[in-house]
T-cell receptor
Framework: DAGVTQSPTHLIKTRGQQVTLRCSPK?????VSWYQQALGQGPQFIFQ???????QRGNFPDRFSGHQFPNYSSELNVNALLLGDSALYLC?????????????FGPGTRLTVL | TQLLEQSPQFLSIQEGENLTVYCNSS?????LQWYRQEPGEGPVLLVT?????EVKKLKRLTFQFGDARKDSSLHITAAQPGDTGLYLC??????????FGKGTTLSVSS
């Protein structure tokens, strides 16, 4: 049983560009959350998707947007990249009807903005 | 917004030593989770504590939740190099968003 998978593993972009990160949740999970982890910091909640809709959002600008597909996989899009967007982007999935808030994290995508 | 303070920020010890790391909040936790994150990996859930005064054990790891639910600690007995990693505490907010502290980076050398 595959866990949460994310692609790509690493990505280098320049300021002003746009990026799309992808996440496949753990089998049987229907809810996907995205987090940003800057170097030396804990992860910060970006948003959560359930039933293909954004259900909850953290304190991130509109440059950060997402999507969830019918197969529960998800994408995170970031427009007009800034140097400060350089971070590890983590995807977490859970079964909304399962063990209370047991979330499983993927290995992350390391984004570097030059 | 709830702020989670973790201490110490860094800890470097020898194999076999005991250690305790702490997580404190400015307000009451609804519930708290502890995670361990290894380099190149995402965080892995270790435990969820819900009730004030609760103590949970996971092999050599002991987790305590303060009576007032504003603090928590993680104690590791006889640390091993495999315990090396970033230890994160997280408050479970309304819905399922997690609010993380900055973490404690633990290095255990043999």
């Amino acid at each position: 049983d595959a866990g949460v998978t994310q692609s790509p593993t690493h990505l280098i972009k320049t300021r002003g560009q746009q990026v799309t990160l992808r996440c496949s949740p753990k089998s049987g999970h229907d809810t996907v959350s995205w987090y940003q982890q800057a170097l030396g910091q804990g992860p910060q909640f970006i948003f959560q998707y359930y039933e293909e809709e954004e259900r909850q959002r953290g304190n991130f600008p509109d440059r950060f947007s997402g999507h969830q597909f019918p197969n529960y996989s998800s994408e995170l899009n970031v427009n007009a990249l800034l140097l400060g967007d350089s971070a590890l982007y983590l995807c977490a999935s859970r079964d909304l009807a399962g063990v209370w808030n047991e979330q499983f994290f993927g290995p992350g995508t390391r984004l570097t903005v030059l | 917004t709830q702020l989670l303070e973790q201490s110490p920020q860094f800890l470097s010890i020898q194999e076999g030593e005991n250690l305790t790391v702490y997580c404190n909040s400015s307000s009451v936790f609804s519930s708290l989770q502890w995670y361990r994150q290894e380099p190149g990996e995402g965080p892995v859930l270790l435990v969820t504590v819900v009730t004030g005064g609760e103590v949970k054990k996971l092999k050599r790891l002991t987790f305590q939740f303060g009576d007032a639910r504003k603090d928590s600690s993680l104690h590791i007995t006889a640390a091993q190099p495999g315990d090396t990693g970033l230890y994160l505490c997280a408050e479970v907010q309304a819905g399922t968003a997690l609010i993380f502290g900055k973490g404690t980076t633990l290095s255990v050398s043999s």
